[in-house]
């Protein structure tokens, strides 16, 4: 099983650019996460949706948007890139509000 | 405010000695409360969460309301722990929130 993928695995972009994040999962859950890493920060939620054709604002959501059209998919888009959204990016997915978190193999950013 | 404390960046031990990774918390609802370990070039996974009251590979962790800690404890390390540990708080409003990560290295 491939369980959680996110492409592409390492973007270098310029400032003002945009660019989309894909996360698939394909073990049927519901619920899905986006979460950034930086250096000393732990992981921060992003955004995350409870299902297909929802998503909701995590605890630093300002500069992403996302969307879950398929249930297998959730995109987190950046519209206009700025140095300080490089991060590495994680993609989780979940069964339920409280079932363990599978998460991705993370995607590296860079935004010059 | 709502976050999770992990003090320690770096833990060194040696094979066979006792470890412990601190976690403490700040959290006013009913805490729910996760370790995750992320081996070398492994992806981040579950390790153990307090409701299950389990142990996993050797370590176990007991909520301490009193305290608001969460630390992990194994009594004997191996060379296969030595990962990056990350303490994790669910909140009511389904934002899980992780700790800086501790990063234990077991030496031979």
């Known amino acids: 099983n491939a369980g959680v993928t996110q492409t592409p695995k390492f973007r270098v972009l310029k400032t003002g650019q945009s660019m989309t994040l894909l996360c698939a999962q394909d073990?049927?859950?519901?619920?899905m996460y986006w979460y950034r890493q930086d250096p000393g920060m732990g992981l921060r939620l992003i955004h995350y949706?409870?299902?297909?054709?929802?998503?909701a604002k995590g605890e630093v959501p300002d500069g992403y948007n996302v969307s879950r059209l398929k249930k297998q998919n959730f995109l987190l888009g950046l519209e206009s890139a700025a140095p300080s959204q490089t991060s590495v990016y994680f993609c989780?997915?979940?069964?339920?509000?409280?079932?363990?978190?599978?998460f991705g193999e993370g995607s590296r950013l860079t935004v010059l | 405010a709502q976050r999770v404390t992990q003090p320690e960046k770096l833990l060194s031990v040696f094979k066979g000695a006792p470890v412990e990774l601190k976690c403490n918390y700040s959290?006013?609802?009913?805490?729910?409360l996760f370790w995750y370990v992320q081996y070398s070039r492994q992806r981040l996974q579950l390790l153990l969460r307090?409701?299950s009251r389990e142990s996993i590979k050797g370590f176990t962790a007991d909520l301490n309301k009193g305290e608001t800690s969460f630390h992990l404890k194994k009594p004997f390390a191996q060379e296969e722990d030595s990962a990056m540990y990350y303490c994790?708080?669910?909140?009511?409003?389904?934002?899980?929130?992780f700790g800086a990560g501790t990063r234990l290295t077991v030496k031979p």
């Open positions: 989780a997915s979940s069964w339920d509000l409280v079932g363990e978190l599978f």
């Open positions: 073990m049927n859950h519901e619920y």
């Open positions: 949706s409870v299902g297909e054709g929802t998503t």
């Open positions: 959290y006013s609802g009913s805490p729910e």
């Open positions: 307090h409701i």
């Open positions: 994790a708080l669910r909140l009511n409003n389904n934002d899980m929130r």
